[in-house]
């Protein structure tokens, strides 16, 4: 923070300190600093000017981080950004016009439109508007090519990541232990019940060939995700058989919602190893989505009680979580775990809906 303000204040006295000399080079040109009159006429107004210049342009600057105009869509920047320029243009003319009346710096022009207030401000108006159209538009092209030059960076570091957790992805999404006792479930149904056999090898089959595929694309709409949610607590279902409840609470609306693959099958493995499996009497999985606000909200509750940190192998599928998130919604996602009351953990995710 203290860098970029530092820069901002560094290319600030470099823009005006420039304006200044140029100004100065010209009026030395055209003879306008050859008396004390002239001195005090044109070094009086670039001063005013340059002072009024200098301290709407950080008004201008503090009013386009406040409305958060960069992050809006182009068409409306551009919009906003005529507006603004506009409208500073107009309060720095009026400001301009008054201090130079009443310091008698006014030019013969000028004068002639003393009677007319009108056409007095209006001449200041299209000077401060040439001269903040290119500070707005030099503004605007910094942080444009300065946020494209970050979404590169965060895609490549997202590939990066995804590359090296492709070794990872089954033992982080798909633990090994659920792989032998979902095994072990579907042998000893193929006898007593070889319908259901053959039922559970293709819900296993479902969630291997989504782990190993689905880890390359940035994001899935939530009706997929929600299959392969429904296909791994069947089979866990065979393991837990009435120790373990599921529910339901979808917004259809949501269905169609982008969201980081497998990022919500890891929160509910994680409810059912650190919840459900270290209750004698078993519990609860409860899987929630909705809209809060301007935001896609996802909430895996479940059974439990959250002691230190819920996620041991490594905290991979947690801090996973929270990494794939901060890479493709910047701090505009959020995720949190927490106990709800004695005997309820619950596990929420934020992700912003875009426009």
Do not use: C
């Not at 006792?181 to 056999?197: F, G, M, T």
Request: aromatic content about 12%; proline content about 3%; charged content about 20%.
């Amino acid at each position: 923070m203290w860098f970029a303000n530092s820069r901002y204040w560094l290319f600030q006295t470099i823009g005006w300190g420039g304006f200044t000399l140029i100004s100065i080079f010209f009026a030395y040109s055209f003879d306008q600093l050859n008396t004390r009159e002239q001195l005090i006429q044109v070094f009086g107004r670039l001063g005013i000017f340059v002072i009024l210049g200098l301290l709407l342009t950080h008004l201008m600057r503090s009013l386009i981080l406040s409305i958060d105009l960069l992050q809006k869509r182009l068409e409306r920047q551009f919009f906003y950004f005529l507006l603004i320029t506009f409208l500073f243009s107009l309060v720095g003319s009026v400001i301009y016009m008054q201090v130079l009346q009443n310091n008698n710096l006014l030019n013969k022009r000028e004068h002639e439109f003393l009677g007319n207030k009108v056409l007095l401000i209006a001449s200041g108006v299209f000077s401060f508007f040439v001269y903040f159209f290119i500070w707005n538009l030099i503004y605007f092209i910094y942080h444009y090519v300065t946020k494209s030059r970050k979404q590169q960076l965060d895609t490549l570091r997202l590939e990066s990541m995804v590359k090296e957790l492709e070794l990872k992805t089954i033992k982080a999404h798909i633990n090994p232990h659920f792989i032998f006792n979902s095994l072990n479930s579907i042998r000893a149904l193929v006898d007593e019940n070889p319908q259901r056999a053959r039922k559970a090898v293709t819900e296993l089959s479902n969630i291997l060939r989504s782990s190993m595929q689905t880890e390359k694309m940035e994001t899935v709409p939530l009706e997929k995700e929600l299959h392969i949610i429904k296909d791994y607590l069947a089979l866990e279902n065979m393991r837990f058989e009435d120790r373990l409840k599921v529910e339901y609470d979808i917004d259809e609306d949501t269905l169609n919602q982008p969201v980081p693959p497998m990022m919500l099958q890891t929160l509910v493995e994680n409810a059912i190893k650190h919840g459900i499996s270290r209750q004698i009497s078993g519990g609860l999985v409860k899987v929630i989505s909705g809209f809060s606000g301007d935001y896609h909200e996802l909430v895996v509750q479940n059974t439990g009680q959250l002691n230190g940190r819920p996620d041991t192998e490594e905290g991979f599928g947690l801090s996973s979580t929270t990494n794939r998130l901060n890479l493709l919604y910047g701090d505009k996602a959020r995720f949190e775990i927490r106990q709800v009351n004695g005997s309820l953990v619950e596990a929420r995710v934020l992700i912003p809906v875009l426009p």
